[in-house]
């Protein structure tokens, strides 16, 4: 007897010499022969699919975890950093020999921007902030939204440079919501403070907020460095 299986059916040729007899027995091994053979072949397409499917799956959970991972690292609203990619940041300011800047930007009587145009409008000028911040990304720029109409940037360069970046920012800003929105009251203040010491980040941040509640103080639509 010679067998031979294909993907799909399974065909036996029986030789027979004349010389024995082929009984009940023998066809019914030959029908068991081919029943295990339709059987495995079954067998090994089922845990094909069923592999097939696992995978399908672990790669799903991989993606959708990746994405929330995404997600969590931007801000949905302006489309800058989130807070929660600000640590990240923070962390890799430690390494960073060259010069550097934190700044606190705020957006100008937001609250009344809100109470008098509706959040939806708010919202619009949050996102206009948000495409001039992202003009700048790259290397030596990055912005990051800490909450509500409140950003602050990592500036690679001394304060001077990082004020005069600022400035141009701002009246952009301004000069866009004028356009867009019809308004020209409509501003940012913002407060710098340049980073001496690795270990001085958290102090200066709280240095650029003092330079930008001073720059709300005294006028506001303006851009200091901490002195």
Known sequence: MDC???RTFAVCFIEYDGDHILTTRHILNILAIIAIIIVSHIAAEYIININRVQREKVLKAIQEREQYLSEMMMDSLSGVYSRVALKMHEEDLYNYSGKACVAMLDIDNFKRVNDTYGHPY???VIKILGSVLREHFGDAFMA??????EFL???KTDEETAK???NYIKNKFGSICMQELENPDISFSAGIRELFEKASI????KDADEALYEAKRT???KVLVFE
């Open 4 to 6: 031979g299986s294909r």
């Open 122 to 124: 708010g919202d619009e």
């Open 144 to 149: 990051f939204r800490c909450g509500g109409e």
């Open 153 to 155: 940037c990592i500036i």
């Open 164 to 166: 005069v970046l600022l």
């Open 202 to 205: 958290s102090e200066a941040i």
């Open 219 to 221: 006028g506001k639509n």
